[in-house]
Protein backbone atom coordinates (compact mmCIF):
# COMPACT_ATOMS: atom_id res chain seq x y z
CA UNK A 1 0.00 0.00 0.00
CA UNK A 2 1.20 3.54 -0.84
CA UNK A 3 -0.34 6.88 0.24
CA UNK A 4 0.63 9.31 -1.82
CA UNK A 5 0.43 13.56 0.12
CA UNK A 6 0.69 16.37 -2.17
CA UNK A 7 1.54 20.10 -0.87
CA UNK A 8 2.65 23.17 -2.61
CA UNK A 9 -0.17 24.17 -4.09
CA UNK A 10 -1.46 27.70 -4.10
CA UNK A 11 -2.44 31.56 -5.67
CA UNK A 12 0.27 32.66 -7.77
CA UNK A 13 0.24 35.68 -10.47
CA UNK A 14 0.77 34.91 -13.89
CA UNK A 15 4.20 34.61 -14.47
CA UNK A 16 5.14 33.06 -11.46
CA UNK A 17 6.92 29.57 -9.57
CA UNK A 18 5.71 27.12 -7.58
CA UNK A 19 6.39 23.96 -6.30
CA UNK A 20 4.37 20.88 -5.72
CA UNK A 21 5.86 17.87 -3.36
CA UNK A 22 4.20 14.67 -3.30
CA UNK A 23 5.33 12.03 -0.01
CA UNK A 24 5.17 8.59 -0.70
CA UNK A 25 4.61 6.32 2.30
CA UNK A 26 5.80 2.49 1.87
CA UNK A 27 9.27 0.60 1.70
CA UNK A 28 8.10 0.41 -1.95
CA UNK A 29 8.45 3.80 -3.82
CA UNK A 30 11.51 3.14 -6.24
CA UNK A 31 9.37 0.74 -7.59
CA UNK A 32 7.00 2.81 -8.66
CA UNK A 33 6.82 5.25 -12.06
CA UNK A 34 5.64 8.71 -10.30
CA UNK A 35 2.95 11.29 -11.94
CA UNK A 36 1.21 14.56 -11.97
CA UNK A 37 -2.28 14.87 -13.70
CA UNK A 38 -4.30 18.03 -13.14
CA UNK A 39 -8.48 18.61 -13.46
CA UNK A 40 -10.40 21.70 -14.05
CA UNK A 41 -14.49 21.10 -13.05
CA UNK A 42 -16.31 19.43 -15.35
CA UNK A 43 -13.37 18.13 -17.44
CA UNK A 44 -11.34 14.61 -17.21
CA UNK A 45 -7.84 14.61 -15.21
CA UNK A 46 -4.84 15.22 -17.75
CA UNK A 47 -1.76 14.44 -17.90
CA UNK A 48 1.34 16.64 -16.94
CA UNK A 49 4.15 14.66 -16.49
CA UNK A 50 5.68 11.93 -15.25
CA UNK A 51 9.06 10.62 -14.19
CA UNK A 52 10.33 7.20 -14.37
CA UNK A 53 11.09 4.76 -11.72
CA UNK A 54 14.70 5.41 -11.58
CA UNK A 55 14.64 8.68 -11.74
CA UNK A 56 16.15 8.83 -15.51
CA UNK A 57 13.52 9.43 -18.01
CA UNK A 58 10.77 12.13 -17.86
CA UNK A 59 7.86 12.56 -19.90
CA UNK A 60 5.93 15.93 -20.31
CA UNK A 61 2.45 17.32 -22.29
CA UNK A 62 3.31 19.36 -24.63
CA UNK A 63 1.58 22.35 -22.65
CA UNK A 64 3.92 22.27 -19.68
CA UNK A 65 7.25 21.57 -21.76
CA UNK A 66 9.97 24.02 -21.17
CA UNK A 67 7.98 25.43 -18.06
CA UNK A 68 7.66 22.60 -15.42
CA UNK A 69 10.51 19.99 -14.55
CA UNK A 70 9.44 16.73 -12.93
CA UNK A 71 12.13 15.27 -10.34
CA UNK A 72 12.05 13.09 -7.80
CA UNK A 73 13.92 12.35 -4.30
CA UNK A 74 14.43 8.59 -3.29
CA UNK A 75 15.71 8.76 -0.04
CA UNK A 76 12.88 11.17 1.11
CA UNK A 77 10.35 9.40 -0.96
CA UNK A 78 9.36 12.65 -2.58
CA UNK A 79 8.55 13.96 -5.85
CA UNK A 80 8.21 17.43 -7.14
CA UNK A 81 6.34 19.27 -9.62
CA UNK A 82 8.78 22.72 -10.22
CA UNK A 83 6.15 24.81 -12.39
CA UNK A 84 7.16 28.21 -13.53
CA UNK A 85 5.91 30.73 -16.00
CA UNK A 86 2.53 29.46 -14.57
CA UNK A 87 -0.32 30.80 -17.32
CA UNK A 88 -3.82 31.60 -15.93
CA UNK A 89 -4.47 28.11 -18.13
CA UNK A 90 -2.65 26.15 -15.42
CA UNK A 91 -5.06 26.34 -12.72
CA UNK A 92 -6.76 23.44 -11.40
CA UNK A 93 -6.34 20.55 -8.85
CA UNK A 94 -3.08 18.68 -9.15
CA UNK A 95 -3.07 15.08 -8.20
CA UNK A 96 0.53 13.29 -7.41
CA UNK A 97 -0.11 9.43 -9.03
CA UNK A 98 1.68 6.30 -8.26
CA UNK A 99 2.25 3.60 -11.19
CA UNK A 100 3.80 0.16 -10.55
CA UNK A 101 5.89 0.58 -13.78
CA UNK A 102 9.49 1.15 -15.15
CA UNK A 103 8.28 4.00 -17.47
CA UNK A 104 5.91 6.85 -18.03
CA UNK A 105 2.34 6.54 -16.17
CA UNK A 106 -0.79 5.91 -17.86
CA UNK A 107 -3.88 7.35 -16.22
CA UNK A 108 -5.93 3.96 -17.12
CA UNK A 109 -3.39 1.78 -15.03
CA UNK A 110 -2.37 4.38 -11.96
CA UNK A 111 -2.19 2.49 -9.00
CA UNK A 112 -2.79 4.74 -6.39
CA UNK A 113 -3.88 8.58 -6.48
CA UNK A 114 -2.98 11.58 -3.66
CA UNK A 115 -5.82 13.94 -2.60
CA UNK A 116 -5.24 16.99 -5.11
CA UNK A 117 -3.97 20.21 -4.32
CA UNK A 118 -4.86 23.53 -5.70
CA UNK A 119 -3.26 25.66 -8.17
CA UNK A 120 -4.57 28.53 -8.92
CA UNK A 121 -2.52 31.16 -11.50
CA UNK A 122 -4.19 34.73 -11.40
CA UNK A 123 -4.09 37.89 -13.77
Known amino acids: QVQLVESGGGLVQAGGSLRLSCAASGRTFSSYAMGWFRQVPGKGRDFVASISWSGGSTYYADSVKGRFTISRDSAKNTVYLQMNSLKIEDTAVYYC????????????????WGQGTQVTVSS
Open 97 to 112: AAERTMGRVVIEDIDY
